[in-house]
């Protein structure tokens, strides 16, 4: 079967435009599934680290990569030509990138990622079956430089659509309200609106002139928040809010206050949100826009705390003000780590032992009994009371320094959780 070559035809003149029998059939006993996780891996390692955590952007992505790898095989096999190849993941995905106003060049940039890691997984697949049936170095060129044709059109062929698409999504997108506010806020919070004008009021429908609370909430879309924020002004009084897509699944939402912001009502924020099943960190209250842009920001480090520290050891709504000392050591990573050292000393080695003494303290220090935190491990109270005579062993009266070493049990948490992290996903050499 004829490769077609799109724009990319000029590239690689000397090489045939198809792989001989023997290379395709080595290509039969590649693991699709193998490709597909180091795709997916080196993409959020080096061009979307933010989505890391976010469960839906990395199912769509899998979804895209598996329709991408199967195809560019379908093509390498000469059972398909590159124009027959199915986009539809890939060309909806552009859709919701538009959407996002995400840069071209990320985008670009992840499709760079992928078909390298394919072409290096299909070449190293096609060297080993050369070094078996004994090919000679001038015919091992030959399929290489042909496999690197066909994966360079094919890839030409896929940005050159998903480009076409972004385009024509973007530009009808561009007229509506709902996207240029989108845009502006976006402009807002980067500091490349230094003014707010009339008419960028008019179409944002929101006054900058009041104390602003940011509720960013990692685990709702716009759409559902927007649904809640009715109720949630209601039980507060607030008569603006306004909201902003940050990730396929998360949002960020502000209200505004005139009046300011009292304890009371900051509370009934997070309860509004939190009796709809939500997560809730909250940033502010800040007056002004730099009070605006604040609020965002200080939301955006409650965020990260809230998993570092793992959401099911914290309660569903978590307020800047709760994490304040966490945010604070943190600017220093040394100081924060000494911190933890000096708190915690023994506790802190990432070993089964310390992990268990430190969940048992935490629990005591948060239920204040050792019968709620026996009920709480599902242990025998003998067995809490052995392991928190052994804490005292080591640590003394823990008691008598509660905040601390609450806060130094969420900063291990954290620093343990990034190490984690990059266990799981190394950066790709």
């Known amino acids: 079967m004829t490769i077609e070559i799109s724009a990319s035809e000029f590239m690689f003149e000397e090489f045939p435009r198809s792989l001989p029998d023997w290379a395709r059939d080595a290509l039969e006993f590649g693991d699709m599934a193998r490709i597909r996780t180091l795709v997916v891996e080196r993409c959020l390692s080096a061009v979307f680290p933010e989505y890391a955590g976010d469960t839906e952007f990395i199912t769509v992505l899998h979804g895209i990569v598996r329709e991408n790898a199967q195809s560019l095989r379908a093509v390498l096999q000469g059972e398909l030509t590159i124009s027959e190849s199915p986009l539809q993941q890939t060309l909806a995905f552009a859709t919701v990138h538009a959407a996002l106003q995400s840069p071209q060049a990320v985008w670009q940039r992840s499709y760079r990622v992928s078909f390298f890691t394919q072409w290096e997984y299909w070449a190293t697949i096609i060297g080993a079956a050369a070094e078996a049936r004994g ?36 530009e009808a997108l561009s007229g509506s309200r709902e996207h240029l506010r989108q845009r502006l806020l976006r402009n807002l919070l980067s500091g490349h609106e230094a003014e707010i004008t009339p008419a960028d009021l008019a179409i944002l429908g929101y006054t900058f002139d009041a104390a602003h609370v940011a509720v960013l909430l990692p685990e709702t879309s716009q759409v559902t928040a927007s649904k809640l924020l009715a109720s949630v002004r209601e039980a507060t009084g607030s008569r603006y809010s306004i909201g902003l897509a940050t990730t396929f699944q998360s949002c960020v939402v502000w209200l505004a206050m005139p009046s300011g912001w009292t304890a009371a009502k900051l509370d009934a924020v997070g309860a509004g949100f939190e009796r709809a099943g939500q997560i809730v960190c909250i940033g502010g209250p800040y007056p002004g826009l730099e009070g605006f842009r604040a609020a965002y920001e200080d939301a955006q480090q409650v965020a990260a705390i809230r998993r570092g520290m793992g959401y099911a050891a914290n309660p569903r709504v978590l307020k800047y003000a709760d994490v304040r000392l966490e945010i604070l050591l943190l600017q220093d990573a040394g100081l924060a780590r000494r911190f933890i050292d000096e708190e915690l000393g023994p506790l802190a080695l990432r070993t089964v032992g310390a992990a268990r003494l430190r969940e048992t303290l935490e629990a005591s220090l948060r239920f204040g009994s050792h019968v709620r935190t026996a009920e709480h491990l599902q242990l025998h109270e003998h067995t809490v009371r052995n392991r928190l005579q052994k804490i005292e062993e080591l640590l003394g009266q823990p008691h008598s320094r509660r905040t601390e070493i609450l806060v130094a049990l969420r900063l291990h948490r954290i620093f343990a959780s990034k190490q984690d992290d990059a266990d799981r996903h190394p950066v790709p050499t």
Do not use: H, I, N
Not at 138 to 156: I, M, T
């Open 135 to 170: 090919a000679c170095t001038g015919e091992v060129r030959a399929v290489l430089g042909s496999l690197s044709c066909l994966v360079q059109a094919y890839s030409d062929f896929v940005v050159s659509s998903v480009a076409a698409k972004f385009a024509r999504s973007e």
